[in-house]
């Protein structure tokens, strides 16, 4: 028990804290440091998954357990070492691989949850998001914002993995989450290449006349590897040819979009897509929100709260709030991260100190 | 362990389990309608606490704990039952008595978490916001946004209670909060009549031409009894005189609101209070996001999920999100109330069910 | 013709003059420093009409001119003399004194316009808007936002007059207007000290939980002289104290709002008060868009251009585009101004130029 | 003078609309009905400008008109027969034929007045925008928003003309506008495929993050017409397959958009192009605001208040606020229009009206 004055409790004051207990009320004092530190003090811890580690016991998985009704996906969350008996990978992010067996199906459901998919290799499985199918290949981000209908299906013979980001730890702190379930079989099997969504959306700074109002999440489904691959390049080749367009000199950024907007592709969910050239190293950075990153290629490493962790493609890492990270490329060196920013910002928590810049 | 085919775990499955660990992974099929319920399941409970029994205790906590720097308040929270372990009201929603003791001083200091003051009996402490005294009345909401300097003096001989309530289990959950000490005397010891954020700012749908930004949260400090009972009683009397004017059939309610924008008064708190004509019952709500009431006069009772409590002058309860709730007043019944209806509405997860008008 | 290179004009380039009058067009070239100056030129000029030859005229036409169906209104615009053939104070906006005698009533009708009324003296008139009856006394802003249907009546047997402003000359200029007729007689005849839209709105920072929506104009009908005049009082208090609440040293202002979001009362128009110290001189200012003002009380003068212009009780006048403008006050002086500076800020236009701050 | 009585007017009351001039005063009752019509009644008339005569006026005007300071540009405007003594297309919009001889190059400048252009046929132009070199080629749509420096170079020995769309007469009306010279030489005198605002924003739904605050104008100063073509062909196949895609049944349509909001491209015109099936007529439509149309392929009709008007590529016509239009394709019909929506949306004036759909 803290104690105010340095002395042992007196009788009065242990009745005092036992009465506290029968009322079903707690004092501010002793805990005042715990529930507001002087800066964000995370339960949660910096760590690093290796995607072989990942991949592997996601195969185990498609040999022992099966992906219908009930447990509805086939997916293993990453369980942050510091916020034990969860599966969270920070507080407010899930973070899981997925995985699908030759000619698996996913069923249909929907839930309040935001999701989105990440594909480090591989390809073969269509997601069908409110009826329309969305191809899933390498280096593409994926959709499922709240409330809209979804199954997978693996049109191949051979498996496949990818990664899910959703904002179930969130939804479940706060009470937010309705769910329903679908179809058993996703309710279009058809394998097209590009989605409605896309032929509808995903022309650059034009909009369909016929959807003029502005939606919550993005309406674009798939946002695909080609594009951010050209993006990324492009920010390097103006940097080289002398124009702003590098977050810093040798990193290149892009962060995915709700074109209605402008703003970010789901309420909850920030998704970014970072490039290092070989040799580069970004400044140290603290802000406030939790993310979590995975290398999509090249080596290079991480500094974590000042501990460095050599990573390798597939390999994901997690970034709690106010940690101080910063990474070093060995070669030209492509991440993806997301990250809660979207409520950071709009509830008017975001903060950032780059020592090197803001001073210390 | 969760059965996905009704069969005992073969000997590899529980190998695999046991890797998940070693490997910080956890699967969701095992845990899925735990994360993700039907519709909002919360651990916090729907509960009551009686105004007689906090107020004893935030007496014998005056005479028992001192109120300066490192404990820096004499506040008690609501520890809500279904939340062990914590000193939270709702996952979002802290709410404590505060006790100042006959000229006593509550030192300065600041933090990211939103809070405010509801004074429900008593008079006579000035709480300073960033150098400016705001009086604390009867019927007084009192507001301190993130970031503010803040401390409390008490002009009198008389000791007074009121209530605070903050985010701080939102913001200890996403690790947003920073805290700063300031001055261990209150900066300006006057004790005026209106706050000169008032003087500014407290004049109907007028703005001082020298402040046209729009700020966060409301540059307001004090919403004072005197309009707040004001407005309630117009919105009566034009039902009486067949105008639209409530919320529903003798149940007149208003929202406190930031001047700048019209919208709450924080980020991540609503504040509200709410008017029922004796005899009346409100429909039954089931609102996602939970909120936090506090009787300010009269009598009558609440249903919480079906369960009937009687309130008095003072008395609190909690509403964990979607647990349906209903008034009625047996004498004409004054309530304040607060909830994270704002982060709810910003990202996108409000939504509200009242039977008689939805359909069941 | 403008020559482009000094020489006579050629027959084919006479010839070419004469084809693009017949094939209605027009070339760029002889006309580009008129259509694209290098800052603002406007026609509309400065002027200031005396209140005492405004009352005078229309205490005349009250004698001779009926007010009912058809011209509707006993209004006489302020017709710039820069703008002839036009009633037009400036190119956005209308400004009218409208004169009605003892017991006469001006007819409803609605229109696309936006509207308000403002009093510099008198009292006994009750405006009708959507059936709701706002008392017009001296010192208040009354309102009658687009579409809303409104008449006026005068309760007593003196005349009462005062100044309409509207958007009429924008309106006009880019075709947007719709008017449809209304009731011959107010709708309510009722000479109530508060309008319903008042009980309803006119407390400060409290918003009717029946009324979320936020509208496009104020749902205040009425902005009263009480609150206006304590508004002001308090900034130059608080700047006696030492605090910042005016504009400039010895210049407070208030903007009127729309309590829904904080903005403009509509979307054309901006309505303020300013009150300056007596002996104060204000900085120049050169702004975007047009404004015209009238004195409430005080004696002083502006300056227009370098001109001055000695200013009484009643007196308007006009600030075209860019004209800069400062105000001198003899004795405590009180001026209502409207612009059109919402237009200039939602259409990106907006500029401020104050040689004393910004450098000449 | 209108009479409000039917008599003739007395000479008292000639008198005193006689000394209404003499005060610079102007009534309101004999003219209401014309400035505050019952539905909008623009001067402006529907008017269609054939592309062959502005073709040959335009390259006569190469031959006679230099294109350097001074005149600046060598821009013939589109003269509404209804709006005598101006260049202007609308009341709101300038839309101009300019021409670039071989190797010319228009010097640069910049000026308030938001600008685009959009290419009929031909190419072989760049517009340098703020340093940056954008090619011009057919069908594309190119920015210039309100001070951005630009000139035009032509870098082959070809002439080129395209047409220009400017809010010239809003900003002249209004009084917003500012003017500067700039070089004498593009300051960039390279032809790029792609301008550097391309390379960083023309990436479907990615942003870079070094840009990540929000402009009031696009930062993307060419929309590409392989863009526009294939999102039209898209929204015709996916109508084709039975999905929503279209305004109406075989009228596809895209807005062209600004990439930070998802809003219009610059504050005060939108950009569209509308394509039509063979044999397609749309709903006719009554809008606020004017357009200016010009057929990019094609052949149809237009009927513009109950007027048809037979259309051929690069042919232009007006349609004034609240004229009723539709049209008719006899082939596959293409065409770009701009509007001043965003005016009439910001202020609140939009209304549509569409007799096959809201009745008669």
């Not at 973070?95 to 480090?120: D, K, W």
Request: aromatic share 10%; hydrophobic share 40%; glycine share 10%.
């Amino acid at each position: 028990m803290h104690q105010m004055d340095g002395t042992a409790d007196s009788p009065a004051l242990q009745q005092l804290y036992r009465d506290f207990e029968a009322a079903h009320m707690a004092p501010l004092w002793t805990q005042r440091d715990d529930l507001m530190p002087m800066a964000p003090a995370p339960q949660a811890v910096p760590f690093v998954w290796r995607w072989k580690t990942l991949l592997d016991i996601a195969q185990r998985s498609g040999d022992l357990v099966p992906v219908g009704r009930g447990g509805e996906r086939r997916a293993v969350g990453l369980a942050n070492p510091g916020l034990p008996g969860t599966a969270y990978a920070t507080p407010t992010l899930w973070c899981a691989i997925q995985y699908l067996g030759g000619h698996e199906t996913a069923p249909e459901h929907r839930h309040s949850q935001n999701a989105f998919r990440f594909v480090v290799e591989g390809e073969g499985v269509w997601t069908v998001v409110n009826g329309d199918p969305v191809r899933m290949s390498r280096g593409d981000l994926l959709l499922t914002p709240g409330w809209n209908f979804h199954g997978h299906h693996n049109d191949t013979a051979a498996p496949m993995a990818w990664i899910d980001g959703l904002d179930i730890p969130f939804s479940s702190a706060n009470d937010v989450g309705f769910f329903e379930f679908g179809s058993e079989r996703v309710t279009d099997e058809a394998s097209p290449e590009f989605s409605r969504s896309e032929r509808l959306w995903a022309h650059p700074g034009l909009r369909p006349v016929s959807a003029l109002e502005d939606t919550v999440s993005s309406p674009l489904a798939a946002y695909r590897w080609e594009h951010t691959n050209r993006a990324l390049d492009e920010q390097l080749r103006l940097e080289d040819e002398g124009h702003p367009a590098t977050v810093e000199q040798g990193h290149a950024a892009i962060r995915y979009t709700n074109p209605t907007t402008g703003g970010d592709v789901m309420p909850t969910i920030r998704c970014e897509f970072h490039r290092l050239r070989a040799g580069v190293s970004t400044a140290e950075r603290h802000e406030v929100g939790s993310a979590v990153w995975q290398v999509f290629e090249g080596q290079g490493s991480v500094v974590l709260g000042g501990v460095e962790h050599r990573l390798e493609t597939g390999d994901l890492f997690v970034v709690p709030s106010w940690v101080p990270w910063s990474l070093q490329a060995d070669t030209r060196f492509d991440l993806f991260r997301f990250t809660d920013g979207p409520i950071m910002d709009r509830l008017g928590f975001s903060r950032t100190f780059i020592p090197s810049k803001d001073g210390v």
